[in-house]
C-alpha cells in the first residue's frame, strides 16, 4: 500500500493498493457515509428518443452503502449514492452506483471523522505491505501443505496428498480410482 496523501484535519486520505492484503485493509476503514471518489465508466441514457445510450469515463464521489471485496479479482467494490462528479452534465446526483477498484488504482476517501486508530492502522498497513510474503511448506509422509505468511495473517493456499501405498502393496502416483458398491 501506498499512502497518497493523508489530510488528519479534513479527515481524508488517498491510497493506492498492491495486494489484496492491502484491499482488505481499507475495506476495514470504510464505513457508511464516507464519501469515496474514483475513476468509472458510466453509461449514459440518451436523452433523445432513437439515440443509443453510450459509456464515458467519469469521476465520481459516492457516499457509501455498502463494501463489497472480490478475493478471486483481487478487488474492492464500493456501493452507494452519487454525492458529485466531472464531467457535471452527464452526473445523475443521488443516483446508486458501484466503484469498483483493483489493484494500483488510486483511492480518496473522506470519511466522516478519521480517528487516531485509523491513521495508525493505514501506516501499519503501508509499513506491512513493505515486507516480504513468506511462502511456507509443511510435508510429511501423507500430504504437503503449502501456506503464505504475510502481514494480515496465514492463508492456506494448497493441499496435496502423496498417495502413498503401504509396504505390501505396489507404489501409485495417482489417485486410486473409486470402486463401485
Not at 471518489?37 to 469521476?59: L, V
Not at 452527464?90 to 488504482?105: P, Q
Not at 485509523?118 to 516480504?132: F, G, R, T, V, Y
Amino acid at each position: 500500500m501506498k499512502i497518497l496523501f493523508l489530510k488528519p484535519a479534513e479527515n481524508a486520505f488517498g491510497i493506492e493498493c498492491h495486494s489484496l492484503d492491502d484491499l482488505v485493509a481499507v475495506s476495514r476503514l470504510l464505513s457508511n457515509g464516507d464519501l469515496v471518489e474514483g475513476e468509472t465508466d458510466r453509461s449514459i441514457k440518451p436523452r433523445e428518443e432513437g439515440q443509443k445510450a453510450f459509456r464515458i469515463p467519469m469521476r465520481l464521489t459516492v457516499r457509501v452503502l455498502s463494501v463489497e471485496l472480490d478475493e478471486s479479482t483481487p478487488s474492492l467494490r464500493v456501493s452507494g449514492t452519487i454525492e458529485r462528479g466531472s464531467p457535471a452534465e452527464f452526473v445523475e446526483l443521488r443516483a446508486m452506483h458501484a466503484l469498483v477498484f483493483n489493484l494500483f488504482t488510486p483511492i480518496r476517501v473522506q470519511k466522516t471523522q478519521l480517528f487516531p486508530h485509523q491513521i495508525d492502522q493505514l501506516k501499519k498497513a503501508e509499513a506491512e505491505s513493505k515486507k516480504p510474503i513468506s511462502l511456507c511448506v509443511v510435508l510429511d509422509d501423507e500430504s504437503a501443505l503449502l501456506v503464505q505468511v504475510s502481514g494480515a495473517g496465514v492463508k492456506e493456499l494448497a493441499r496435496i496428498a502423496s498417495y502413498k501405498s503401504g509396504k505390501r502393496f505396489a507404489r501409485s502416483t495417482v489417485p486410486p480410482a473409486p470402486t463401485a458398491p
